[in-house]
């Protein structure tokens, strides 16, 4: 047997945006209460746009390859991003030609970012680009900073720079340097998993990290899964001088 809901849905996009105009009329709900409903529902849409561009962020698979104030250029899986003037009334951004998302629904103004741009604006705020507010990103206000947020803490917590040793001064680091700094470089994983809730590997490079800091030197940690582990630079010296470390446990070192 039909039921109302079956009548309606056979109706077509066209149809159903008749009825809303009868509705809109005569539904007993005020000005705001619809404003909230409908922005729900867009918000829902994004919110789903977030947690695609996950699996993108959290891999490492965007790179910015140019970032000023007028034009960011990213590659997101090989996707091409372009964003102008990000923050700003005339901010507007392009994907990839090869984004069906982007092609039929975005650039229709049916909703406004696909999954690729949510995958930059994570990888801008987890690089400290940019700040993660609604005036600084567009299109982005509660409750899509929050899943930003959350998102951006995840790659955090999983690359290992986490609570413990960051952000709480140079006591804390100091007595982590004094109690751990021996044992994790003999791949002690039960110290490394309960204090720091990583590998032994991975703890060791952050603690040689902060012992450099503590001696006033600046550090790049790495960013990708190949290459160097830190850049060492001796701001402080003259004639200042950049350092390429290599860390490597006692266990696991082969060098
Ligand atoms: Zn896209």
């Given at each position: 047997m039909a039921t109302k809901y079956s009548l309606l849905k056979s109706l077509t996009a066209?149809?159903?945006?008749?009825?809303?105009?009868?509705?809109?009329?005569?539904?007993?709900?005020?000005m705001d209460e619809i404003s909230d409903l409908v922005e729900r529902f867009k918000a829902d849409k994004l919110l789903g746009k977030i947690r695609d561009a996950r699996?993108?962020?959290?891999?490492?698979?965007?790179?910015?390859?140019?970032?000023?104030?007028?034009?960011?250029?990213?590659?997101?899986?090989?996707?091409?991003?372009?964003?102008?003037?990000?923050?700003?009334?005339?901010?507007?951004?392009?994907?990839?030609?090869?984004?069906?998302?982007?092609?039929?629904?975005?650039?229709k103004g049916r909703y406004p970012f696909c999954k690729h741009y949510a995958a930059v604006?994570?990888?801008?705020?987890?690089?400290?680009?940019?700040?993660?507010s609604p005036s600084a990103i567009n299109h982005f206000s509660e409750p899509l900073l929050s899943e930003l947020s959350g998102l951006v803490e995840t790659r955090k917590r999983e690359e290992g720079a986490i609570a413990p040793i960051t952000g709480r001064g140079v006591e804390t680091t100091l007595a982590c340097l004094k109690d751990d700094f021996l044992c994790v470089s003999c791949q002690n994983s039960g110290v490394a998993r309960a204090k720091y809730r990583s590998t032994p590997d991975r703890v060791f490079e952050i603690l040689v990290e902060q012992a450099f800091q503590l001696l006033e030197f600046d550090t790049i940690p790495r960013t990708g899964q190949h290459g160097w582990d830190l850049l060492i630079l001796g701001t402080l010296a003259s004639p200042p001088y950049i350092a390429v470390a290599e860390i490597k446990t006692a266990a696991g070192g082969v060098y």
């Open positions: 066209e149809q159903l945006r008749e009825i809303a105009k009868m509705l809109a009329e005569q539904l007993p709900l005020s699996e993108h962020f959290l891999a490492g698979r965007v790179e910015i390859e140019h970032f000023s104030r007028e034009m960011i250029l990213a590659k997101v899986a090989g996707y091409t991003v372009s964003i102008e003037n990000l923050g700003t009334a005339d901010f507007a951004y392009r994907c990839d030609e090869k984004c069906r998302d982007w092609l039929y629904q975005v650039s604006i994570a990888q801008l705020v987890y690089g400290g680009l940019v700040e993660s």
